[in-house]
């Protein structure tokens, strides 16, 4: 995360002063350290990240409006900072068209992202590839959910525990059709978290039948709201954190959440969940042992779910499945 946060900035902006003319402008505060962005405030002080680029070859990205995020490309603005005289200048301007006040902070905390991955005198081509990522997150987060936020919460808690965070975020699913949420080399792995005390979990016909080679294990834990918790948002910036010098993995960090999230996304990252439980509940356990339905399916069958009690089962330690291939080395919480 940056020293000055965007949100930070964009707080202490004033809102533009009304005037009758239509000119498009904002209200402004460098972003510290960069020469190619101002955080600002349009008339109507919804947040902005305005972007100069390096070079005016080509023609223009055509602007995108969405329903909560709308850009425009080398619009010709008139920027008023405090205490200066008012300029005008050329840039690419990201706004944020909801005023509520969690739908700017996460908006401004994307664009944290955005602007390490492009760093300073951005090309044009760069800038349209980023807002258009941007875009997509944005457009998800209008969509119902795709998976119960329990289980996103297991999924980032084992990320978050993971020995080698960067490994593991890039073993993380890409999208919400993915087999196992872990895939790497041989090694395919599932997270499953329940708010019981018990161990019964849905899996797929697939997960139980994975393919001949490969190493797959279930990661089961209790996932249970808690006053005292940790919030999903600080368990993502505890993950940030970790990977914050691979600015493409951050930004898929959010891509993944919100997917799977939706429009429940702002009320779930003010969700708390108590680690400790987590952590004292977790445990692993191989998916051929898991009780399944095994074998060919009858012909014309597809699709197939079930729930199966982990219970009774022998669980496998870390060292084991380092043992069985490295790679959980970096996926699984460091032996003690």
């Known amino acids: 995360m940056m020293a000055t946060g965007l949100a930070d900035i964009f707080e202490a902006i004033p809102s533009p002063s009304p005037d009758s003319s239509d000119k498009p402008l904002y209200a402004v505060?460098?972003?510290?350290?960069?020469?190619?962005?101002?955080?600002?405030?349009?008339?109507?002080?919804?947040?902005?990240?305005?972007?100069?680029?390096?070079?005016?070859?080509?023609?223009?990205?055509p602007p995108i409006r969405l329903e909560s995020l709308d850009a425009q490309f080398e619009l010709r603005c008139h920027l008023k900072k405090?205490?200066?005289?008012?300029?005008?200048?050329?840039?690419?301007?990201?706004?944020?068209?909801?005023?509520?006040s969690e739908t700017t902070r996460y908006f401004l905390s994307v664009c944290e992202t955005i602007l390490r991955m492009l760093g300073d005198n951005p090309a044009r081509t760069q800038i349209a590839t980023a807002v258009n990522r941007l875009a997509a997150i944005f457009q998800r987060v209008r969509q119902p959910p795709a998976r119960p936020l329990n289980g996103l919460f297991g999924?980032?808690?084992?990320?978050?525990?993971?020995?080698?965070?960067?490994?593991?975020l890039r073993a993380w699913r890409t999208d919400e059709n993915a087999r196992f949420d872990f895939s790497d080399g041989d090694v395919r792995l599932d997270v499953k978290a329940t708010g019981g005390r018990g161990r019964i979990h849905s899996f797929s016909y697939e997960q139980c039948n994975p393919s001949s080679g490969t190493i797959a294990v279930v990661a089961s834990l209790h996932a249970e709201q808690a006053a005292g918790g940790m919030l999903l948002h600080t368990l993502m910036e505890q993950i940030e954190a970790r990977v914050s010098a691979h600015a493409d993995l951050v930004l898929k960090l959010h891509e993944t959440v919100a997917a799977t999230l939706g429009a429940s996304l702002n009320d779930a990252l003010s969700r708390r969940f108590d680690m400790r439980l987590a952590e004292s509940s977790l445990q692993f356990f191989s998916l051929e042992d898991v009780?399944?339905?095994?074998?060919?399916?009858?012909?014309?069958?597809?699709?197939?779910?079930?729930?199966?009690?982990?219970s009774t089962l022998a669980s496998l330690s870390v060292e084991a499945l380092i043992d069985k291939d490295p790679v959980f080395w970096d996926l699984l919480p460091r032996p003690q």
């Open 291 to 310: 009780p399944a339905i095994r074998g060919a399916l009858p012909a014309g069958v597809s699709d197939v779910h079930f729930r199966s009690d982990l």
């Open 155 to 168: 999924e980032l808690y084992l990320l978050f525990r993971s020995g080698n965070a960067v490994r593991a």
């Open 29 to 61: 505060m460098p972003v510290p350290g960069h020469t190619s962005y101002f955080v600002g405030k349009d008339r109507e002080s919804l947040a902005c990240l305005l972007v100069s680029t390096s070079d005016q070859t080509g023609r223009p990205h």
């Open 82 to 100: 405090v205490g200066e005289l008012e300029r005008e200048g050329t840039f690419t301007v990201i706004r944020c068209r909801d005023s509520d």
